[in-house]
């Protein structure tokens, strides 16, 4: 089992739409979350961090869910420029605390049409 | 400028040969890493290092070798090429005050023939 799971999609979307992505993880003491964002053959960068309590970054909202193992991304008001894979990422926790490392998953991509 | 920069940014290689990739970084930060991202595979750890001294194999490192010259510089060495590492990779740079964040650079596409 993979320690980081989505569905790789892709997700199709009118403009205008909201659209859902979950991330899975599989060990139960990683300590920290994001979404990264990732353009066709481009680097990886930080979308948002995932805090437990829930946060919001305008259009976008991450949640944390400890106790089912599952992260989730919302996209309220999709645009054109939202096309991209969206990938979750989770830091395990080591024995001496945070490693420094990330386990990255292998990404949703959507598509946002006009 | 940017701030990670990874030469070459494409490669075309045979099968044998011997390969180095090399990242730079004008962040000062000390934690340095690289990846490899397959389709479908997502982003895979080879190598990390947290500071000049330090070097530590990631998930994948079989086949490949790391250098980390100075604070700013982490290479990447395949030192025999084969087809199977046909792959984009990316260095990647973070330390304690950028949290968990890490800044990716642009990435080297490498195909082996």
């Given amino acids: ?114 | 400028d940017a701030d990670v920069t990874q030469t070459p940014r494409n490669r075309i290689t045979k099968t044998g040969k011997r390969i180095m990739l090399e990242c730079s970084q004008t962040k000062g930060h000390d934690r340095m890493y690289w990846y490899r991202q397959d389709p479908g595979l997502g982003l895979r750890l080879i190598y990390y290092s947290f500071d000049v001294k330090d070097i530590n194999k990631g998930e994948i490192s079989d086949g490949y070798s790391v250098s980390r010259q100075a604070q700013a510089k982490f290479s990447l060495s395949l030192e025999s090429a084969i087809p199977n590492q046909t792959a984009l990779y990316f260095c990647a740079t973070s330390d304690l005050s950028s949290g968990d964040t890490q800044y990716f650079g642009p990435g080297t596409r490498l195909t082996v023939l």
């Fill in chain 1, 1 to 114: 089992r993979k320690e980081v799971e989505q569905d790789p999609g892709p997700f199709n979307v009118p403009e205008g739409a909201t659209v859902a992505f979950n991330c899975t993880y599989s060990n139960s003491a990683s300590q920290s979350f994001f979404w990264y964002r990732q353009d066709c053959r481009k680097e990886p960068k930080l979308l948002m961090s995932v805090y437990s309590s829930g946060n919001e970054d305008g259009r976008f909202t991450a949640q944390l869910n400890r106790a089912s193992q599952y992260i989730s991304l919302l996209i309220r008001d999709s645009k054109l420029s939202d096309s991209a894979t969206y990938l979750c990422v989770v830091t395990p926790r080591g024995g001496s605390g945070n490693t420094g490392k990330l386990i990255f998953g292998q990404g949703t991509t959507l598509q946002v049409k006009p």
